[in-house]
Antibody, heavy 121, light 110 residues
Framework: EVQLVESGGGLVQPGRSLRLSCTAS????????MHWVRQVPGKGLEWVSG????????AYAGSVKGRFTISRDNAKNSLYLQMNSLGTEDTALYYC??????????????WGQGTMVTVSS | QSALTQPRSVSGSPGQSVTISCTGT?????????VSWYQQYAGKAPKLMIH???KRPSGVPDRFSGSKSGNTASLTISGLQAEDEADYYC??????????FGGGTRLTVL
C-alpha cells in the first residue's frame, strides 16, 4: 500500500522559512516523479512544484518560483520543500503527491493527508 | 500560468448524467493528452478518477468517463449516485514539467 506522510508544517511569521518533508513507502520511490500541491482551506487546488525521479526535471508555479526549492533523497524515500520568504498568501494545506510517471506530470495517483502551513504574525 | 476554467457548480438527480467542463489553452489542455480529474470530499485528500484524458484507474467505477476536444476537457458522470456529491478538479500538464489545476466544481446530487 502506497503511503505518503507529510510533516514540517506549522505557524511561521511572514518572511521566515519552513521546510516540509514527505516520507514515502509502499512503492519504488526512485521510479516516480513527485509533486507538492497546496490548498487554501475552502479553496481550490494549486500545483506548487514537481521533481522527476532523478531530479533532472524540476519546475515551480510562478507564485513560488525563486522562493521555494523542491528536492528529493531517493536513498531516504523522501521529498522536501524548502519554503523561504513566506507570505500570508502561502498559508495552505500542503499535499505531497506521487505521479504515475517518472519524468513529467502525468497524473497524481497517490496523495498524502497534507501538512498545514500558517503564515501569520 | 492561469488556472483552468471550470464551472463553480453543477447538479443532477440520482440516475442522471452530468458533465463538468475544463477549459484551458493551447499551452496546456489543447497541447497535451495529460489531463487528469480528481474527486475530493470535504476534509479529505483528492482522489484520482481519470488520467491521460480518458483512462480510469483500477477501482474507479465506469460511470466516470473523460474526453477532450481542442482546449476543453470534460468529465462525465453517468448514473449519478448520492456518493458522487463532492468537489471535482481537472489538471493538465502545461509543458516544462509544470502542472495547472482548474478552479474546481462542486457537484450536488439533488
Amino acid at each position: 500500500e502506497v503511503q505518503l506522510v507529510e510533516s514540517g508544517g506549522g505557524l511561521v511569521q511572514p518572511g521566515r522559512s519552513l521546510r516540509l518533508s514527505c516520507t514515502a513507502s509502499g512503492f519504488t520511490f526512485d521510479n516516480y516523479a513527485m509533486h507538492w500541491v497546496r490548498q487554501v482551506p475552502g479553496k481550490g487546488l494549486e500545483w506548487v512544484s514537481g521533481i522527476s525521479w532523478n531530479s533532472n526535471n524540476i519546475a515551480y508555479a510562478g507564485s513560488v518560483k525563486g522562493r521555494f526549492t523542491i528536492s528529493r533523497d531517493n536513498a531516504k524515500n523522501s521529498l522536501y520543500l524548502q519554503m523561504n520568504s513566506l507570505g500570508t498568501e502561502d498559508t495552505a494545506l500542503y499535499y505531497c503527491g506521487k505521479d504515475r510517471s517518472g519524468a513529467w506530470l502525468d497524473a497524481i495517483d497517490n496523495w498524502g493527508q497534507g501538512t498545514m502551513v500558517t503564515v501569520s504574525s | 500560468q492561469s488556472a483552468l476554467t471550470q464551472p463553480r457548480s453543477v447538479s443532477g438527480s440520482p440516475g442522471q448524467s452530468v458533465t463538468i467542463s475544463c477549459t484551458g489553452t493551447s499551452s496546456d489542455v489543447a497541447n497535451y493528452n495529460y489531463v487528469s480529474w480528481y474527486q475530493q470530499y470535504a476534509g479529505k485528500a483528492p482522489k484520482l478518477m481519470i488520467h491521460d484524458v480518458s483512462k480510469r484507474p483500477s477501482g474507479v467505477p465506469d460511470r466516470f468517463s473523460g474526453s477532450k476536444s481542442g482546449n476543453t476537457a470534460s468529465l462525465t458522470i453517468s448514473g449519478l449516485q448520492a456518493e458522487d456529491e463532492a468537489d471535482y478538479y481537472c489538471c493538465s500538464y502545461a509543458g516544462n514539467f509544470r502542472g495547472v489545476f482548474g478552479g474546481g466544481t462542486r457537484l450536488t446530487v439533488l
